[in-house]
Every structure is written in structure tokens, then in C-alpha cells.
Nanobody, 123 residues
Framework: QVQLVESGGGMVQPGGSLRLACTPS????????MAWFRQTPGNEPEFLAS????????WYGDNMKGRLAISRDNAKNTIFLQMDNLRPEDTAIYHC????????????????WGQGTQVTVSS
């Protein structure tokens, strides 16, 4: 069974940066389009960024636009989310998602969903 495992979260001061990583286990990584979402308690997951299987195209949501960079290293079976100039309102659980056929901006469009990594932005 394929599982997505996120890492790289933690606590950071406002203005700081974090680099999140996501690795699928038990599957061929290059068959999946990948995405990042974030979620806060009581709210729906919020789309952040997505990237195609080859990494040739990527898209970003509006909320953190200009402060994010999504990338993937297929040789290492890992995708990354570089987050800069973090703000307290960016505090959330960050999830990666994967699907073999489509890219979208809703959780329901993805076959696989990771358990997430906590990001806390606080002074």
C-alpha cells in the first residue's frame, strides 16, 4: 500500500523559512502528479501548489503565492515545498497529495493523502 510521508515541519519565527519534503513509499514515484495543501482545525484543506509527474509544470494557489516554490527530485523519490517569509497565519498542518491521472485544487481529486507535518510560525 502506497503511503505519503511528509517531513520538515517545525517551529519558525515570522520571516523565517522552511523546506518541507514528501516521499511516497511502496510505489513508483514518477507515476504520480503531486501537490501540497495545508489545513487548520475546522477548515477545509487549502490548495498551495502542484507539480506534474516530470516536474515540467507547476501551479500555485493564491494564499502563499510568491512565497512558495514546489519542486521534485525523481531520482530521490521526493517532492519539496520551499516556504519563505513565513507569517503566523501560515501555522497549519501541511499535507502532500498524489494522483496518477489528474492535478487539481481539491483534496477529493487526489488518490493519496499524507498525514501531514505541523508548521508553527511564532515569535
Amino acid at each position: 500500500q502506497v503511503q505519503l510521508v511528509e517531513s520538515g515541519g517545525g517551529m519558525v519565527q515570522p520571516g523565517g523559512s522552511l523546506r518541507l519534503a514528501c516521499t511516497p513509499s511502496g510505489s513508483t514515484f514518477t507515476t504520480y502528479h503531486m501537490a501540497w495543501f495545508r489545513q487548520t482545525p475546522g477548515n477545509e484543506p487549502e490548495f498551495l501548489a502542484s507539480i506534474t509527474r516530470t516536474g515540467g509544470n507547476s501551479w500555485y494557489g493564491d494564499n502563499m503565492k510568491g512565497r512558495l516554490a514546489i519542486s521534485r527530485d525523481n531520482a530521490k523519490n521526493t517532492i519539496f515545498l520551499q516556504m519563505d517569509n513565513l507569517r503566523p497565519e501560515d501555522t497549519a498542518i501541511y499535507h502532500c497529495a498524489a494522483d496518477p491521472r489528474q492535478l487539481g485544487r481539491r483534496q477529493a481529486e487526489y488518490q493519496l493523502w499524507g498525514q501531514g507535518t505541523q508548521v508553527t510560525v511564532s515569535s
